[in-house]
T-cell receptor
Framework: EPEVTQTPSHQVTQMGQEVILRCVPI?????FYWYRQILGQKVEFLVS????????KSEIFDDQFSVERPDGSNFTLKIRSTKLEDSAMYFC???????????FGSGTQLSVL | DQQVKQNSPSLSVQEGRISILNCDYT??????FLWYKKYPAEGPTFLIS?????DKNEDGRFTVFLNKSAKHLSLHIVPSQPGDSAVYFC???????????????FGKGTLLTVNP
């Protein structure tokens, strides 16, 4: 069964450093998402992406965050200058046309020290 | 701003019994509801969904009930099995919002433990 893959599974970084989280969505999907879950809290929407542009972003997704689909397969989330409160599990998801289900990757656990 | 609420952080049931997980929502624009299951170190995986035009959807041991007037849905698992032990997330969406604006709003999750 096709799946969303995310790398790395764990990322440790120093506060103020840039990180790039990588995702390969399911190949024929058109809609891409990043969500995050801070330990003990709910899974929160960050951003949605369609047709090579951001469709919607949450309040969390400030100027420190950016997303990119650099080629036909990868979808990345960049955090320019990480803060302690960015520590969370980041999930990538994708969705096909005419389908209401989102398929999630296994997540990247980001730890900012 | 909790548009989707799962008020029970945890639930423990005996193997073979029924598990009932509850979810409430506040946004009357939500018209599609999903349940996801999450094991540790994995992403959420889709379990079952229901459209607002229905009040029940069944798939094997899993049944989702929707009460629109109460803005409440529940997931029934019967019989419960130890392998069902996981965190269950309720999620809601507005299908009518259009393709590129579509997203899921999640509850905080309920940790289900099924004891052998």
């Amino acid at each position: 069964e096709p799946e969303v893959t995310q790398t790395p599974s764990h990322q440790v970084t120093q506060m103020g450093q840039e990180v790039i989280l990588r995702c390969v969505p399911i190949s024929n999907h058109l809609y891409f998402y990043w969500y995050r879950q801070i330990l003990g809290q709910k899974v929160e929407f960050l951003v949605s992406f369609y047709n090579n542009e951001i469709s919607e972003k949450s309040e969390i997704f400030d100027d420190q965050f950016s997303v990119e689909r650099p080629d036909g397969s990868n979808f990345t989330l960049k955090i320019r200058s990480t803060k302690l409160e960015d520590s969370a599990m980041y999930f990538c998801a994708s969705k096909g046309q005419g389908n209401e289900k989102l398929f999630f990757g296994s997540g990247t656990q980001l730890s900012v020290l | 701003d909790q548009q989707v609420k799962q008020n029970s952080p945890s639930l423990s049931v005996q193997e073979g019994r029924i598990s009932i997980l509850n979810c409430d929502y506040t946004n009357s624009m939500f018209d599609y509801f999903l349940w996801y299951k999450k094991y540790p170190a994995e992403g959420p995986t889709f379990l079952i969904s229901i459209s607002s035009i229905k009040d029940k959807n069944e798939d094997g041991r899993f049944t989702v009930f929707l009460n629109k007037s109460a803005k409440h849905l529940s997931l029934h698992i019967v019989p419960s099995q130890p392998g069902d032990s996981a965190v269950y997330f309720c999620a809601a969406s507005e299908v009518s919002s259009g393709g590129s604006n579509y997203k899921l709003t999640f509850g905080k999750g309920t940790l289900l433990t099924v004891n052998p």
